[in-house]
């Protein structure tokens, strides 16, 4: 039922109630049978011992458990207990992670009123929220938490911040008019309190008309149930990766053991040089170096104020081509700022930030002392006498109570050196008529140290207007002609056109001793001292930001519940909106399907008056058009599609614990420009993964046709298994950690976004694998078959020195793998995590070679002096003759 459209003695009948007396508790419990408690349903949740075994359903864990049985049922334990213990260490990380993915919902059911004013059998009384039930009548008053969807009865100026529901940066005025608009948005259902929001000013009474999961904050309780979070670019790419390795994997251990029994070889020989070239094809490092990598990447992001709560989404702002921010609090200050003053045919700027009550006032682009402007000091004076709200300083910052728009005109006036204290000294307040969202006015009745008595009115311009016969102009009162009428409403429009929120100050001189009686006998015949225009204003910082993303081929979209105005000035000012870029409304939104909508959604830049269900229609339009999405925001209303995002970003301070929860990422400092510094961070970890990918890989390569050729030349086998696992474990772990740390290239910033279809091996990384790991691969070889031939008796000696020659070579090329380009582009000694993890590997494995205790759990000898001269030379081949190659490109 449109109960926003019904009068009020109507729902009464609707809802089988009464106004007078509220149920009765049998009637309750009836209802409350019927429809249940009035909280949100938090849906399935997945046992943790689930949780935990879905961390091993990846294709690629489970064959490397199948590896681990084999290896087990032949004998090789330590093989076995290797790559079990890697697996499980890397399931444990994966289930504290996800373990808090999914409290969204939980954090819904606390914004729910725990304690309602409920009108029962005659009696007000305090109940749980959770126990309202349709019908109930409910009163509340500044600072309540509405507890269920209500049906304004009665309103005493009251406004109710709905900002986390509707994204709108003020408080709403709500009356008990009906609306004559059959199809109004949340934010502008103005008979409507809902549940979850706050009461800022006045109070009112309501008839409950939806409660649970019937409730607006209920529909989008079910929007996030129904979200589904994407997987991650990273996430793809590995399971791509993994799914290739494993092909290779099966494919080269069939053909191995093949061509080994056509040569003779027992099959249970073969076999196991089989697995030995399965385990070498699969880096069991791999999922355990990316987890450390991002990792790593989180200490590196809490220093930029982000905090990172799902791992892999580390990486995913950096292929972002997308940005859709939410625009209160997020690209603005969230703090309204009177920026505009104007009066008699003058204007006045004033500069400052936030609620810092420092600024200077300009006029004609020349600084002013508002001393010397009597209207001027007129209108401030005015402005913080006839208002309610306080600033009070916390460390640094200064903090607001009250309503933003009364705030905004006590920082203007203390911007002039005014003090509220120090004008009631001068001020007496007599009498107050309050604030009215029918007369949209204020009015004071004051006193002055003279005797002298004034009203003194605050309220919409048009409004004040209609009740002034008079205006301050040249610093003295005249006549309101249709001449100066006509200017004030240009001085209006103008002020509105740059998405300023306007309010008049007027006054009346009242004679000594004079009683008045009523708000319409105080408001009218006044005189019209000016107009003060406000904003909540951007954040400084929030325009280079933007444009340092455009510069880096990522889109910004401003999605707010705000006006289109408004919408449109903001981004205007930060750079978002361009001659060629579109605005849309929630209206012309709702007109269109997800379909309709791709076809127009990369022209549009600004989305406003949107509800929940227009930010996750966005969301998916962007999404299949192939864009990957960053969705930023604070409120409950950004939750499902912080959720459904590619990646979602959440305000730390500002943001909802709903918001923070459906997200990926926090910012500590609500600040859009946190955001880019978490994109340059994201580029450079993925480049950094593609560095040890291209380094686990290439070593891999080697290792696995070291084995292939030693089979088909029929010689025995160059590596034990043991060996191989050796090295994919320390000496490929070690350095490729290090790679993680590496810092960025200087241009990352400067090229676009990736493509969300890049491959693993895209940009000629399958060539820098194929090429580096088949050189590794023969120099290894070649070292094996000159020892074993010089002495094929000799054949444990003979595999260490293939052991140490794949280790080194593996040492030298990691520094290559630094770079797209050549070894020598980049200074070798750069990373000193990486130049510490090269010396690490190199002394573990002259302990394996010559630690005696060691020596039979390898099968390794001591090398002699002489030998180390052909290690060392055959394993430096693989990277200086590619860059020897580079080189001699480069000269031509």
């Given amino acids: 039922m449109k109960f926003h459209e019904m009068e009020i003695s109507k729902i009464e009948k609707a809802l089988e109630t009464d106004f007078s007396s509220g149920l009765s508790q049998e009637q309750v419990k009836h209802r409350l049978k019927t429809n249940g408690f009035n909280e949100l349903d938090a849906g399935e949740k997945q046992s943790a011992l689930l949780l935990f075994f879905s961390q091993f359903k990846d294709f690629m864990v489970l064959v490397l458990l199948a590896a681990t049985l084999i290896s087990g049922l032949l004998g090789e334990y330590i093989d076995a207990i290797a790559i079990i213990a890697i697996v499980i260490i890397n399931g444990f990380l994966g289930f ?305 109570d009250g309503d933003p728009t009364e705030g905004a005109l006590l920082v203007s006036a203390m911007k002039a050196g005014f003090q509220r204290k120090k004008l009631l000294d001068e001020f007496t307040i007599i009498h107050e008529f309050p604030f009215d969202s029918a007369r949209k006015m204020m009015s004071i009745h004051v006193k002055d140290k003279q005797g002298r008595h004034f009203i003194v009115t605050k309220g919409a311009p048009d409004v004040l207007l209609g009740v002034s016969e008079a205006i301050l102009w040249d610093g003295k009162s005249q006549y309101l002609n249709k001449d100066t009428q006509a200017k004030v409403k240009d001085a209006i429009n103008h002020l509105a056109s740059q998405a300023l929120r306007t309010i008049a100050i007027a006054y009346k001189p009242v004679p000594a001793n004079t009683v008045i009686l009523s708000e319409h006998e105080a408001e009218k015949k006044l005189t019209l001292i000016g107009i003060q225009g406000m904003i909540d204003p951007p954040r400084p910082e929030v325009r280079k930001a933007v444009a340092e993303c455009k510069e880096a081929g990522i889109k910004t979209v401003m999605i707010t519940g705000d006006h289109v105005i408004t919408a449109k000035a903001i981004a205007a000012q930060l750079g978002i909106l361009t001659k060629k870029s579109k605005v849309f409304d929630g209206e012309a939104l709702s007109k269109l399907s997800v379909e309709e909508l791709e076809e127009v959604v990369e022209d549009v830049s600004v989305f406003a008056r949107v509800s929940p269900e227009h930010k996750l229609k966005i969301v998916n339009a962007l999404q299949n058009r192939g864009h990957i999405v960053a969705m930023t925001g604070d409120g409950v209303n950004d939750a499902p599609a912080i959720k459904a995002a590619d990646i979602g970003v959440a305000m730390g301070i500002t943001g909802t614990d709903v918001a923070k929860e459906a997200s990926a990422l926090v910012l500590l400092d609500d600040n859009f420009a946190t955001i880019k510094a978490a994109i340059k961070e994201g580029r450079n970890i993925y480049e950094n993964i593609r560095k040890f990918v291209r380094y686990l890989l290439a070593s891999n390569v080697g290792e696995i046709l070291v084995m292939l050729f030693a089979m088909i030349l029929a010689l025995p086998l160059p590596l034990l298994p043991i060996q191989i696992l050796w090295v994919n474990l320390v000496t490929d772990g070690l350095p490729a950690m290090a790679l993680g740390l590496d810092k960025a290239e200087e241009n990352v910033m400067k090229r676009g976004p990736r493509s969300p279809n890049e491959g693993v091996f895209s940009r000629g990384l399958g060539w820098k694998v194929i090429s580096r790991g088949f050189l590794i691969g023969i120099v290894t070889l070649l070292a094996f078959i000159i020892i074993y031939h010089n002495d094929p008796k000799q054949l444990d000696y003979a595999q260490t020195i293939a052991f140490a020659t794949l280790v080194m070579a593996q040492l030298i090329h990691v520094f290559d793998c630094r770079s797209e380009r050549s070894v020598l582009s980049r200074n070798p000694f750069g990373n000193q995590f990486l130049v510490g993890a090269v010396v690490s590997s190199l002394i573990l494995m002259l302990i394996v070679i010559y630690y005696p205790p060691l020596q039979p759990v390898f099968h390794t000898l001591p090398i002699a002096a002489k030998d180390w001269l052909l290690i060392i030379g055959l394993s430096s081949v693989p990277t200086f003759l590619l860059a020897g190659s580079f080189l001699l490109r480069k000269t031509k």
């Fill in 96 to 400: 504290f992670q996800e373990r808090r993915a999914e409290k969204s919902l939980e954090a819904l059911k606390e914004l729910s009123a725990p304690q309602v004013h409920v009108l029962r059998d005659g009696r007000w009384g305090k109940i749980p929220s959770k126990e309202i039930v349709i019908g109930d009548i409910l009163k509340f008053s500044s600072g309540d938490r509405i507890g269920a969807d209500v049906r304004i009865i009665e309103s005493k100026s009251l406004e109710i911040e709905e900002s986390a529901l509707t994204g709108e940066s003020l408080p709403v005025a709500k009356h008990i008019e009906c609306l004559t608009n059959p199809n109004p948005g949340i934010g502008d259902m103005e008979n409507i309190a809902f549940m979850g929001t706050m009461v800022t000013r006045g109070s009112g009474v309501g008839v409950v008309m939806a409660t649970g999961m019937k409730t607006a904050m209920g529909q989008i309780a079910g929007l996030l149930q129904s979200a589904e979070s994407q997987e991650t670019p990273l996430q793809r790419r590995l399971e791509q990766l993994g799914k290739i390795l494993i092909s290779v994997a099966l494919m080269l251990t069939v053909l191995v053991v093949v061509i080994g029994v056509i040569q003779g070889h027992d099959i249970y020989t073969m076999f196991l040089a089989g697995v030995s070239l399965a385990v070498a094809a699969i880096p069991e490092g791999l999922p355990a170096i990316v987890t450390v990598a991002l990792s790593l990447g989180v200490q590196k992001m809490i220093k930029k104020n982000a905090i990172v709560r799902k791992l892999p989404a580390v990486e995913t702002l950096g292929c972002a081509s997308v940005i859709c921010s939410d625009k209160t609090g997020t690209m603005t200050q969230n703090k309204m700022t009177v920026t505009h003053l104007w009066s008699g045919g003058q204007t006045w700027t004033v500069d400052g930030s936030g609620y810092q009550p420092k600024g200077n006032f300009y006029k004609n682009g020349q600084t002013v002392l508002p001393k010397d402007e009597k209207a001027l000091q007129q209108m401030l004076i005015f402005g913080m006498l006839c208002n309610h709200s306080e600033l009070t300083k916390k460390g640094e910052e200064y903090i607001l």
